[in-house]
């Protein structure tokens, strides 16, 4: 296998995909697995290897890092597979049986610096592991190497996807998107940080609408495929988590087919790559945005770069292949033979790198390279703790342990204890899992003066605890929209009064808004669901509101409360008015024949009645909603009471078979106030239980209306509101009854036919307010009781004491005994 070698006392391995492509071939080649050969020179790649050795002669140049030691190096090929990867790995790592100590076969390394895809790392990590043999990578990310059951002697010097995953979930939320795509590689590293990053974006309700896989071997039509996918779907901001040999070709692809419009987020393994980094490529994946690891300028090292020639050491591997890309002629080295496969001229020797200007020596921003170099620091750093029992600084004495018996292991435990400070001033540390600490630059692709930059715009860092920091000069960047930030969404944020409602079938990201039901309210954009109102108020009709709900009750200030009042305050006036008349006439035939004193106490009792609905008008409070049920009870209660008197006066009176009897005697004034007053005692008894047991109470009603809110009185207690009612009809029953015999009594004023009458309307008015007090709803409730107390109260005015006012008013020659009588 080609290599780069240098002898030492201590060997590090380092594995390299300096060619990227493995292809088929027809012949077998000396240094190739038969039928496969590998191409496409990476002069990045190759770039690494160098900083590796340049780290490897500095140390052995520093006076303080393992003196009198040395250190060499064999690095080879792993052709970005991870076959070749494992193959190359077994070779650094082991010897042949046969091979004696003193051959001249290079000799088994202590430490590997391998390998920059997770693919190929995972397969050496797996294969070495076993053997405590230690691994570090310089550029594989897969969190899934952070397993030390799986990989106990895996380290790294780049972050793990973990935490890129988290940043790109940061950068998404930071900006909006809701709605992205995604491109993977057909491997553990596309697989792994797709996944991670899928997980961490659902935890903010983001959504990926596709996942498209590509990988460097894949055919034509398979890149073709993910470009259609691109092209169908509505997505503007698509993530790639691809190598950059893996993605290159879906690149050139989608600028070939000009799509143009999508944001693109790139991993750290492509956005800072080269060799995509053109104006032609720039057309489409301008404004890209990305993670990179911190970048760093290593002092001297250009200069070694410079020094690079295929002239120094003929043999060196991949230099020839270095030289092409950069000088564009092939070295001339004596005894090669020149044949058909030659693609550039011949040098002619005198070529120099000392004024290249090509990217390859711009040491400034450093970022893999960086991590290679410290992956060599943290490995020599090891060494020194167990050749000499004591960190790097500290006055060395002698070494305490041979450096022929290192073991791997040995190297592994003091691997997992290095933490240094850097001449750069980094910590140089791995936690428990061989992970060093989380911190990312924010790159975004820009174009100026016709080349494309890397422009570092913001900085990303995460702590153990799972805290992070994302800062950004976002009035800095570049976006492939222009100046704006582009939006991504399957579906536009739902505004204020309307809520999300799933697409069945689809993410959640895509919903329809539909707007909230009367009484829920959404007072923010993009809310899931409406919130209900409190029961006091009702939504607007924006939906975004909740507003008091109408207070409904019977007013003295709208019509209907009006017309109540008047007819109420009318009543007590005509009652009023009749009790004069009838003290005023008392001495006449009709007022001695009729009662007076009952009378008076009729119309009395009547005038309340008719006052009575007026407090049935107006706000309910505790005070008027106690006295409107009971003022009612008591005066009807009374009224009817005093009709039962005059009944059975009448009754008594005319059914005596002897002027001056006892029977009629039995039945004076005392005993009518005994019957007046034990009857409204009763009821009065009724009411003040009542009143302490369940009292009535002011209530909101809410099921009549969504609406508004009626406030009435709530009986408390439904069986003391009928038993009320209840013997009012007992009474009037009674006083029916009895009037109803005395009907026929052969007088020209009988009274207990107006009794009769009017006890037929105040039963007739009370049956019907039953039903209609039930179904009216609202404050129409109120306005039926009102109604049936008016009604029944006029039907005993009039019935009872219109024929006499009649006849004292109209008809005064009718106002005599003889009359009264019947005797004409």
Not at 585 to 608: G, H, M, Q, Y
Not at 639 to 645: I, N, P, Q
């Amino acid at each position: 296998m080609p290599s780069l070698f240098k002898q030492g006392d201590i060997m590090i391995g380092g594995i390299f995909p300096v060619l990227n492509k493995e292809i088929s071939s027809t012949s077998t080649f000396d240094r190739d697995p038969p039928g496969m050969k590998c191409t496409g020179f990476d002069l990045r790649v190759f770039r690494w290897t160098q900083v590796m050795i340049f780290a490897i002669e500095e140390i052995n140049k520093d006076p303080a890092l393992l003196p009198n030691i040395s250190l060499g190096y064999r690095i080879l090929n792993s052709c970005a597979s991870p076959t070749n990867t494992l193959r190359a790995a077994l070779t650094l790592s082991s010897r042949p049986e046969e091979t004696e100590s003193t051959s001249r076969c290079p000799p088994v390394i202590s430490a590997l610096i391998a390998e920059s895809g997770s693919s190929q790392s995972l397969a050496v990590a797996g294969t070495l592991g076993p053997f405590q043999m230690p691994v570090v990578s310089y550029f594989s990310t897969c969190a899934c190497l952070s397993n030390r059951a799986k990989y106990p002697t895996f380290f790294r010097t780049i972050p793990s996807d973990y935490f890129q995953a988290k940043a790109l979930a940061a950068l998404v939320k930071r900006f909006g998107w809701q709605w992205v795509g995604a491109i993977q590689s057909d491997n553990d590293y596309g697989r792994n940080g797709i996944l991670a990053f899928t997980e961490e974006v659902k935890k903010l309700g983001v959504c990926v609408a596709f996942v498209g896989t590509i990988l460097r071997t894949y055919s034509m039509d398979k890149i073709l495929d993910v470009v259609e996918l691109i092209k169908q779907s509505t997505v503007k901001v698509i993530l790639a988590f691809v190598p950059e040999g893996d993605f290159y070709p879906l690149m050139k692809e989608v600028v070939k087919q000009n799509i143009t419009g999508i944001q693109w987020i790139g991993s750290e393994a492509w956005i800072t790559a080269s060799r995509p980094s053109t104006s032609e490529i720039y057309r489409a994946f301008g404004g890209a945005l990305g993670f990179v690891v911190k970048k760093m300028a290593i002092p001297n090292l250009k200069p070694f770069l410079t020094g690079i020639s295929p002239y120094t050491d003929p043999g060196a591997a991949f230099v020839r292949d270095f030289w092409e890309n950069i000088v564009g002629c092939r070295p001339a080295v004596p005894g090669e033979h020149t044949g058909s496969e030659a693609t550039n001229e011949i040098c002619t020797g005198n070529e120099t790198l000392m004024n290249s200007q090509d990217v390859f020596f711009n040491v400034t921003q450093l970022r893999v390279s960086y991590n290679v170099y410290k992956a060599v620091y943290a490995i020599a750093h090891a060494l020194h703790q167990l050749v000499f029992c004591q960190p790097v600084g500290e006055k060395t004495v002698r070494p305490c342990l041979n450096i022929s018996e290192i073991q791997p292991k040995e190297v592994t435990d003091h691997l997992q204890r290095v933490n240094f400070r850097n001449q750069f001033g980094d910590n140089v540390f791995f936690d428990e899992n061989g992970d060093p600490p989380a911190s990312y630059d924010v790159i975004n692709w820009q174009l100026r003066d016709g080349q494309v930059q890397h422009v570092t715009l913001g900085h990303f860092s995460s702590a153990a605890n799972g805290d992070y920091e994302l800062s950004i000069q976002e009035e800095e960047i570049v976006w492939r929209t222009g100046k704006m930030v582009p939006t991504s969404v399957c579906s536009n944020v739902c505004p204020i009064g309307t809520r999300k409602a799933q697409i069945k079938g689809k993410p959640t990201c895509c919903f329809d808004c539909i707007p909230c039901a009367d009484g829920t309210i959404a007072n923010s954009t993009g809310a899931a669901d409406c919130t209900p109102c409190p029961q006091e108020y009702w939504s607007n009709d924006r939906k975004d509101k909740c507003i008091p709900k109408t207070i409904e009750f019977l007013t003295y200030y709208e019509p209907m409360g009006i017309a109540l009042t008047v007819v109420s305050l009318l009543g007590a006036t005509l009652s009023l008015a009749t009790m004069t008349i009838f003290i005023h006439s008392r001495d006449t035939p009709v007022i001695k024949a009729s009662n007076s004193e009952l009378s008076c106490f009729l119309l009395f009792s009547l005038s309340l009645c008719f006052l009575c609905p007026l407090t049935f008008i107006g706000r309910p409070t505790v005070w008027t909603c106690m006295l409107r049920h009971t003022a009612f009870g008591v005066t009807f209660a009374l009224c009817v009471s005093c009709v039962l008197g005059k009944t059975i006066v009448v009754v008594t009176a005319f059914k005596a078979t002897v002027p001056g009897s006892k029977v009629a005697g039995k039945f004076g004034p005392s005993q009518q106030r005994i019957i007046v007053c034990s009857c409204t005692l009763i009821q009065i008894v009724i009411c003040v239980l009542w009143l302490k047991l369940n009292p009535p109470f002011p209530d909101m009603v809410f099921r009549y209306s969504n609406k508004k809110i009626v406030l009435e009185c709530n009986t408390g207690s439904e069986a003391a509101f009928y038993a009320v009612l209840g013997y009012i009809g007992l009474l009037a029953i009674i006083c029916l009854v009895l009037a109803f015999l005395a009907r026929k009594l052969p007088d020209n004023f009988n009274e207990a036919k107006f009794i009769t009458f009017s006890m037929l309307i105040f039963c007739a008015v009370w049956i019907t307010f039953i039903p209609a007090y039930v179904s009216s709803p609202g404050k129409f409730t109120v306005a039926v009781e009102i109604f049936a107390i008016l009604s029944s109260a006029y039907g005993l005015l009039i019935c009872i004491f219109a024929p006499k006012c009649y006849i004292i008013l109209i008809k005064p020659e009718r106002n005599t005994k003889k009359h009264i009588m019947g005797k004409q």
